[in-house]
């Protein structure tokens, strides 16, 4: 919701400007096995993933 981060790392621009957008994509499609961030494969469709890091990168959701 804040994007801060708690058990996830912090999405904010600045936290994810040194991270190319297909790493993050990669991420959020097929999870991090064994930690905690769950796969969205079958959730979100690759654009919307795609849609979401552009986003998360901009800092422009609300
Ligand atoms: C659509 C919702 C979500 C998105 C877009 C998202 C996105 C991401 C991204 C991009 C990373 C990698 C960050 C980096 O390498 O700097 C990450 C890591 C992580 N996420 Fe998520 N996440 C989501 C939902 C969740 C949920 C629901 C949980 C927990 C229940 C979670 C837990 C984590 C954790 C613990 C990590 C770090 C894993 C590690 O490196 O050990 N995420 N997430």
Redesign the pocket.
């Known amino acids: 919701m804040t994007l801060k981060?708690?058990?996830?790392?912090?999405?904010l621009p600045a936290?994810?400007a040194n991270?190319p957008a297909d790493?993050?994509?990669d991420?959020?499609f097929h999870?991090?096995p064994e930690?905690?961030?769950?796969p969205?494969e079958g959730?979100?469709t690759r654009e919307e993933?795609r849609w979401?890091?552009l986003h998360?990168k901009k800092g422009d959701l609300p």
């Open positions: 981060g708690g058990l996830g790392p912090p999405l936290d994810l991270k790493l993050l994509e991420i959020v999870g991090l930690r905690a961030m769950p969205w959730l979100l993933i979401l890091v998360l």
